[in-house]
């Protein structure tokens, strides 16, 4: 101890920075040390006692490798492309949509937009006007994508009469679906109704989505169109699977073209199905997702496992689920993205964030790939160090990395992958998402695109949940005898 | 004088490593600076003098500046396609090769192959061994696609029934021509000339040409189709446009592809032709070459320009022609590329470097811009820092960079471009060239793909010639009174 005061003292600080400062103002040398305190849920006990007591659960370790071992070893196959009903099984008068659990009237603009297309698109409302009577009448039972083992960007509005991908995991056998994409600007997904979606969504129901089907089925004896193959070129080749699909688009349509090309429809039909899919940088978007889908919920339910399977927002809530807590979600008010816009739409016309296409990020891809894709710092806003910096950022509230998806930049490091609750609440790192920006006003269609993070109080909450389950502290040694 | 014999002195060394080690030894602060001599041309005087004499050419920098700046305005639009004969007013009895001129005495084994091969698709001979004894004995008049706006990969060999892509500078008003892309293995321009290379070349006669000349006139009345724009694409998708254009072969694809589904021509035929171009990565390749031809071509003859407009081999000699110096080669023995190799091929198996796809560096990408295609090298060797260090060392040898193409990970910097020959000689930095390497044999096809850069010899030869045409040096002023 002595030796201690002997010499000049090395000072350390952390937290706040009022202790540093005012060292330095009295020329003391400062080692100042970038730390944080654990995140905290707004109005809840502090999350230490949770944390140290999840930490401790000896399942997590190995609940976290079995997890994510699952994650990264599930396939992705594109194997049908069919009506949502038959598909999903989901009966007239149910609707999906994005993110956790939402009723009407707590339904953001872009949401009830989607619903008010919805009910004309299927013939249960003759006007958006009428829609949006029998919508706040519940005329219409509203269910998570989520629920049914799908996913939807934006709004994620699904409806019976819509076609959905039907994706195959090999590995773990499960199946994901996720609707067609619509392209950009004024599209059902983004909050847009108006005649020209609804046309739009009959065709692709009429022509487009039975001419995918007949080229999907030519695959099918090769075991379907192999998207995580697809996912893990994009990844070479300047998409990160989320904002930037152009790589992935183009090479799905080389993987369709001969059987589309060389089938029994109309020529006319061909040649516009591709024209709208080539047309379309995002079309693979919709597939990536389902492939994400299969991965995390490869990776749920393991007793102890504190990583996350599902991100979600609905355009009012954000809600997260972690592989030990089953179907529970945790959910916060979700952030407003920022970023960049189009044309004269500005901060005031985007709604808080909406889309289960953070399933990207949940497994990985998307913001956490951002390396990947440096030029989508022009889409979404950012600067390419940043680009770089998040995906190295990532790694630390993640518990693995994917061989599979390589950043040639990062010499071919696997992307960050499972994101650990605990992690984010020790580090106060949130989770990086690239997203679209839909307009707050129900009608509006796309306003930009941007960066945005889950709400702090998502991962502090399932940390106490984790607690709940977890076996309770052993008791602290006794001090050993001589100290 | 005397206050720098006061202090103590700092010594900075250059060149040789003698003098630093001696000092170091003696533990004398050394401050080591990188510097080699000029590069010097074998069995000539040193080139200091001619050097100097360029350097100080009045002309010079305004001269490179009008060539760069043609280069960097240069567009590219694929406009038609359609025979050799017909496009390049190609005589029966003349071939096209690559690289600067040669006879078949000199030829290696791939340009014989490729050359006995070309007679046997023309129907000048009926077996691979008449048509060499027909070649031997002078039968076919040989000139180097580069003497006729034409550029060809590898062998480079074009005959009049071949069929070429059309492309047109608007901005310069130029016009370039290459041949389609075969694949990859045995094909003609790796030197196999085998039956299924020829039926292969038939086909592509037949049916791929015409179709292909279908979808382009369809192009015509919007201006063809943008191989420019294409090119700035892939750089953002991970192709560097020499050994990596996957971006850009689907990209291709994705503008043709209407137009290829919508025409009179049989559905198997159609079909036949979008999977062979989907299925060969490089296919874009022959459209990149005459892009990067177009600009090259548009800073040729600049009087007192330095600037290099022409890199081309064709197995035996690598040559350039620089912009002040008119049609004259300046020509050394081609290097042998080091890389990776397929299959069992090893180094032992690799032709000296072929090809007049340097026209890419020469353009300021493929090497040049290997910064955006950074998984390239686990197809031609190196890793990811010196892909990164490589685009970076190449601006120290180009006057300008390309605003059109730009390189997302160097936070958009536009690809190095305009290879200075005094830079190359001052600095000792050579070009960088990606490649595919030829069976050195005839007739074995591609055994691998590298890196490789030219003899160092051409370099000062240029300059040489260059001093022979700038103004004689100002006598130097005679020393200021009381100095």
Redesign the interface.
Known sequence: MSRLLDGEPTVVTAGVALFEEALAAQAVPVVPVDWRPPLDAPGSPPVEDALARVLADPRRRDANATAVSRMLAAGARLVDVRPAGEALGLEPGTFLHAGPPINWERASGPMRGALRGAMVFEGLAASPEEAERLLAAGAVRLEPCHHRSAVGPMAGVVSPSMWVFELEDPANGGRAWCSLNEGLGKVLRYGAYGPEVIERLRWMSAVLGPLLRHAVAATRDAGGVDVKAIVAQML????EGHNRN??GT??L??EL??TM??SPFP??D??RA??FV?GNDHFFLNLGMPACKLATDAARDVPGSTVVVAMARNGTDFGIQVSGTGDRWFTGPANTPEGLFLGDYGPDDANPDIGDSAITETAGIGGFAMAAA??I?RFVGG???FA?ATTRRMYEITVAENPAFAV?????RGTPTGIDVTAVVRTGILPQINTGMAGRVAGTGQVGAGLVTPPESVFPAAVEALAELAPPLAEPAPPAAGI
């Not at 070479?236 to 998409?239: A, K, T």
């Open positions: 070479q080749m300047g998409d152009r790589a183009l090479m349509l080389r073209l001969p090309i060389d020529q006319a061909v040649a591709v024209a080539a440096p030029a710092v600067d390419v160090p770089l040639p930049v990062l010499e071919f």
